[in-house]
Every structure is written in C-alpha cells, then in structure tokens.
C-alpha cells in the first residue's frame, strides 16, 4: 500500500500522472490531507475512479488519539496513539514560555537497549513513516486547538536507526505542503550513532542535534549504553564536532545525572575535559524513574555540584526541569508495552 501522506506535492504529482490521472489532482488530494480528510471518500472534488484507485492502492497514515494523560502539577499532555496497524507510541505535549513542544516518537520501541530507559526496556517492533511521525503533532493540535511550534524527536525510538524517514519528516513537515514547522524549531535526539551523525551534518539542515552522553569514558558509558561498544565517544565526539563545523550550530549533549552512576566530583572534573573548547550546551537530567532499572536521581547538592564543576570549566550545563512525571511523560519513561485494560 502507498502511504501518500509521507511524500511531498512533485512526489504525488510523479504518482497520481503514473497511474494516469490528471496533474492538478495532485493539489486537490495534499489540500484534503491538510484538511484532516478522515478517507478517501472524503475528498469530494476527485472524481469517483480516482477515489476507487487510491482506496485500492494507497492509505491514510494516522497516529489515533487513544488515551490522554494530563500532569496535574504541570501543562504537560502525555498521548498515547494507535498507528493504522494497532501498534501504540506516546508522544508528550509540553507548554512553555516560548510556545508549544511535542516530543514525538520515530519508532514503536527501540533496539538501543540503553539500562536507564523504559523504552530501551520495552523492545523493537517497527520503525514509524514519517506521516506517522507528522500525524502525532497534528492529532495533538487538533486535541489541545493550539499551533505546536516547537518539535523534539525524544519519544520512543532511536531517530538515526530510522534515519530515511526521519529526514523525510524533517524535509516534509518543514515544508509548505505540511505543518511548515521551520527546521531550527526542531530537535533530533541521538545515542550516538556516528555515521549518521556526520551525513546528517552534511545535509546541512539547520535542525539542532542532541547527543545522549550520558558518562565521559567508554567504560562507564558501554555499562549504560550498549551503543557505546559500537560507537565508542571518541568517534562520537569527532562526529559531533563536524556536525559543528558543518552547520554552525552549537550542539547539545544529554547526560542524566544517576546516584553514584555518573555523577562525582572526578567524572564531571572528566566531562569537563572531554568537552572543553567545544561548541555545545550540557543538558543534565536528573534520571527519571524506570521500573526495573534500580536508578536513583542524584540529590540537589550533587547536582549543583556537578552544574558548578562544569560552569567552572567554561563550561555551560544547566540542570532540566522535570515536566510531566505525576504522568510518566519524562525523559525514557515511554513504552512500548501497554496493559490491555490502559487502552
Ligand atoms: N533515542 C534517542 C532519543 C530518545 S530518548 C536518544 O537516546 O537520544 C530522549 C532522551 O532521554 C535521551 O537523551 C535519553 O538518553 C534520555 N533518557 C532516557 N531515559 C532516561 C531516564 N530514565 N531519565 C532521564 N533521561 C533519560
Ligand atoms: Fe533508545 Fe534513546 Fe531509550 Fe537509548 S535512551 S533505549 S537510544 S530511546
């Protein structure tokens, strides 16, 4: 089946001319797909055999709402959706000063299997279309009424093992023809795997980049971050460093913050060397709860800590603040695995 809502206006005009149908339709069909059409039956300026063919031929994409969590301590929205072949992701609507952000997933699961993850906890089945990432911000505009400004792809899911179609959604919902969400609204989130790292670089996009840290030697990173054995942090750091020259663009590096994990005075001192001179900005999480993965966030004085080694350094850390966890909506807390009676 032809998934039309991931491909762009001269894609669809290549189509629907192939299979012998006028040019302009192809106007006619993304300007229903704008309007939210439901089923092909719903574009009713097609003409009849069109619609037959594409109902025949081609589907819908859609990410359906199918429960809504709302933080009772903040604005935060946690949405789980249903994808037309019944697998689930979450996605989670934040409010900020400056706009609305939906962390989207980019795939059901993830291979990645990082320790500190519910995601990484909950398998792999299937990587997403990029209509499916686009119908996850667009059932969460229709849901809270509001234009979304901002987009992360922190969900469920490692972007760069799904990288196709995740440039494909960033070429797309950037565009005229979707959403037209501007490339600099939007973040990709990686584990580190390097070779995409530096072809996303040379496509030079203007997107941001954050990379998952998360320790700064390899032995303390493979012990979390199985990737890490693949894709050791010297590679990873040449790679975000050419990300850098590439596109001009500081980078972020995620590190969670896990009692007695990664977080001494010696391993932020060993941070703070592995990053000096670099363009980019610490993002420390205090790590989320997990079932099963027996991690503790670290206290605020070891956080503050932490933040001041490398503030000392030159080095610009800020802690985040936490949104969304009376509702499981935090960073690694998605899943791929529901209870039946949740739904
Ligand atoms: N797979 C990508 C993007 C999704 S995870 C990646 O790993 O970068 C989004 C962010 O949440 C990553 O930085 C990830 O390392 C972090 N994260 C995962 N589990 C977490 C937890 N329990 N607490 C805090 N951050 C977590
Ligand atoms: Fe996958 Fe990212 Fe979770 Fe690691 S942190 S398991 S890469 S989603």
């Not at 709302?70 to 959706?81: M, N």
């Not at 980019?106 to 909950?122: H, L, N």
């Not at 093992?161 to 959604?169: A, S």
């Not at 363009?279 to 206290?299: E, Q």
């Amino acid at each position: 089946m032809t998934d039309i809502k991931s491909m762009n206006l001269g894609e669809l005009t290549a189509y629907l001319t192939e299979n012998g149908f006028e040019k302009f339709r192809a106007k006619q069909v993304l300007s229903w797909i704008k309007q939210d059409v439901a089923d092909f039956d719903g574009m009713t300026n097609l003409p009849q055999k069109l619609r037959e063919f594409l109902k025949a031929d081609a589907y819908l994409a859609c990410a359906d709402i199918v429960r809504v969590q709302r933080s009772k301590i903040d604005d935060t929205v946690k949405y789980l959706f249903r994808l037309y072949d019944g697998e689930y992701v979450e996605g989670v609507l934040m409010q900020y000063h400056h706009g609305r952000t939906m962390c989207i997933s980019s795939q059901v699961g993830c291979k990645m299997g990082c320790t500190f993850c519910a995601t990484g906890k909950s398998g792999f089945s299937r990587s997403l279309t990029a209509s499916e990432m686009i119908a996850q911000i667009r059932s969460a505009e229709l849901d809270c009424g509001e234009r979304i400004s901002n987009v992360v792809l922190m969900g469920m899911g490692e972007p760069f093992d799904n990288y196709d179609n995740v440039i494909r959604f960033l070429k797309l919902v950037s565009s005229e023809d979707s959403l037209h969400i501007g490339m600099r609204h939007i973040t990709v989130s990686t584990c580190g795997i390097v070779p995409r790292i530096k072809d996303f670089a040379d496509l030079e996009l203007q997107c941001g980049l954050s990379v998952s840290l998360h320790a700064p030697n390899d032995e303390a990173r493979s012990r979390t971050m199985p990737v890490n054995r693949r894709y050791p942090i010297r590679e990873v750091m040449d790679a975000s460093r050419y990300y850098v020259k590439k596109t001009n663009r500081r980078i972020t590096f995620e590190y969670a913050l896990i009692d007695g994990e990664n977080d001494s005075d010696a391993v932020a001192r060993e941070l703070a060397q592995l990053l000096k001179g670099f363009l980019c900005h610490v993002n420390l999480i205090p790590v989320n709860n997990v079932t099963g993965a027996g991690y503790r966030k670290s206290s605020i004085q070891r956080q503050q800590a932490f933040v001041n080694i490398l503030s000392a350094a030159g080095i610009n850390a800020t802690v985040r603040r936490t949104l969304g966890s009376d509702i499981d909506a935090s960073c690694g807390q998605l899943k791929r695995n529901f209870m039946k009676g949740d739904v």
